[in-house]
Nanobody, 117 residues
Framework: QVQLVESGGGLVESGGSLKLSCAASITMFRISTINWYRQAPGKQRELVASIGINDETDYADSVQGRFAISRDNDKETGELQMTNLKPEDTAVYYC???????????WGRGTQVTVSP
């Protein structure tokens, strides 16, 4: 049963923008923190952005001011708006939902983002 599905990845030139979406079909979406991670070839997976159950947000220093995370609890979706993209943003981006109380994690299969110089 697929529970998190990412979309919106693709190829973009440096300086361009993309919007990633995460469609969820999980229990208790409203009490789950939504996270976006990314993993570049040969590198560890890193946390890019988070949005909590009260809409509090947090960003990695490398994307602060360029990325914006949001959520829609009614539609059970999460989004990551990415602007001023750089080649170093190239990675597979994963959506993660973590239940605030139990800590249980859901993961999507990822979507590829490629930024050309």
């Amino acid at each position: 049963q697929v529970q998190l599905v990412e979309s919106g990845g693709g190829l973009v030139e440096s300086g361009g923008s993309l919007k990633l979406s995460c469609a969820a079909s999980i229990t208790m979406f409203r009490i789950s923190t939504i996270n976006w991670y990314r993993q570049a070839p040969g590198k560890q997976r890193e946390l890019v952005a988070s949005i909590g159950i009260n809409d509090e947000t947090d960003y990695a220093d490398s994307v602060q001011g360029r990325f914006a995370i949001s959520r829609d609890n009614d539609k059970e979706t999460g989004e990551l708006q990415m602007t001023n993209l750089k080649p170093e943003d190239t990675a597979v981006y994963y959506c993660n939902a973590q239940n605030y109380y139990s800590g249980f994690n859901y993961w999507g299969r990822g979507t590829q983002v490629t930024v050309s110089p």
